[in-house]
């Protein structure tokens, strides 16, 4: 080979090796910087991570209920809102194109307010759930203590209004009665003045029902009392196909008026024995809430509608062809004597539910 031609070839050979190296020491400085951005994009996916992390236990940690639809369907939900729409609350979000509302099914009271996502989010919508169940109940509770408050005064200002002329009537008969009066005429007269003192009784038994209770307070156990009702009511479920379940959890001491509270229990008993008519369950428990002894009777019965249900407590309201509707209003007088209070949940044809809060401790 030419001298010429070797020159050339060394001379490509040197320059194939200086483009080698150069190529091996890029590459190794590439593969170096691609390692440090691995790196990085390893740490900022931790750190995207982390915060998603931080984002979801915020959201679950919050007292609302926050969902993301996507058009009808759910794409996210934190833990709250997992729990409150178990009931199926998420169809009702999507009517009328309504931004906020209530609802209520019969798991308790919700309020809710929707948004539609922008920036690249659009066709989805933040749902916030609110349960609000306490906050309703309190606030009937509230109401239907002033309600019933004006109620009874007002009851005991008309049976007051009332006994003055009939005392005066029955005053003025019996200064007319005497011998000279003819049999007849006597008996007429006797009848008068029976149907007045009738009518007296019936107010003194309203004025009663009006009039705060004198309450005799003893240590006493819940559990025992309801026990011992059902022992002696036991007479009155004899026979009939019905079933009673009694459960006590809590069976530590408390203080209430036992004849009052067996009063309370016996009402109760037999609303709820009506209520299941011949067949059926009637389910009674005790159990501790925070600072209160709760009894829960309930059965499996015909049940109220809302209309109903919200006036139960009044008096003389009833739905029985035999009675006064006062039965009810005495258990509520009984309970709030005892700086307790009552509830009652109930949906036509699937029973009803009496909750009973009487506080621990002597009020």
Do not use: C
Request: proline share 3%; hydrophobic share 40%.
């Amino acid at each position: 080979m030419p001298a010429q031609d070797v020159k050339l070839l060394e001379n490509a050979f040197n320059e194939f090796s200086r483009a080698s190296d150069s190529i091996i020491s890029y590459y190794g400085m590439l593969e170096s910087r691609i390692r440090q951005l691995t790196k990085e994009v390893e740490e900022k996916n931790a750190e995207l991570e982390k915060a998603g992390d931080y984002l979801n236990n915020i959201l679950d940690s919050l007292p609302v209920g926050v969902v993301v639809l996507d058009r009808k369907s759910v794409t996210f939900q934190n833990k709250n809102a997992a729990r409150l729409t178990t009931g199926g609350i998420v169809p009702y979000l999507n009517v009328n194109g309504e931004k906020t509302g209530e609802i209520k099914n019969n798991k308790g009271y919700f309020r809710w307010k929707k948004e539609r996502l922008t920036n690249g989010f659009e066709g989805k919508e933040v749902i916030v759930i609110e349960d609000v169940t306490e906050v309703e109940k309190m606030k009937e509770r509230s109401e239907r203590d002033e309600r019933l408050r004006a109620m009874g005064e007002m009851a005991a200002r008309i049976a007051h209004e009332i006994k003055n002329p009939l005392g005066s009537m029955e005053l003025f008969l019996s200064m007319i009665q005497n011998d000279r009066l003819k049999a007849k005429e006597k008996k007429y007269i006797d009848y008068i003045l029976f149907g007045l003192k009738t009518i007296d009784r019936i107010i003194n038994n309203i004025l009663s029902y009006t009039r705060p209770k004198t309450l005799v307070l003893k240590e006493e156990r819940l559990f025992k009392i309801v026990r011992d009702t059902l022992d002696f009511m036991s007479v009155s479920i004899v026979g009939r196909a019905i079933e009673v379940e009694f459960n006590a959890s809590y069976q530590g001491p408390s203080f209430f008026d036992p004849d009052l509270i067996k009063l309370v229990i016996m009402n109760l008993i037999s609303n709820a024995i009506d209520a299941v008519a011949e067949k059926g369950t009637i389910g009674i428990e005790v159990r501790e809430e925070g600072s209160y002894v709760l009894l829960v009777v309930s059965d499996n019965g015909v049940g109220m509608p809302e209309d109903v249900r919200r006036n139960i407590f009044n008096p003389f309201f009833t739905m029985k062809d035999k009675g006064v509707g006062l039965g009810l209003y005495i258990v509520y007088n009984i309970i709030q004597a005892h700086g307790g209070f009552i509830e009652a949940e109930s949906a036509e044809g699937s029973g009803s539910s009496f909750f009973i809060y009487i506080p621990k401790d002597r009020q």
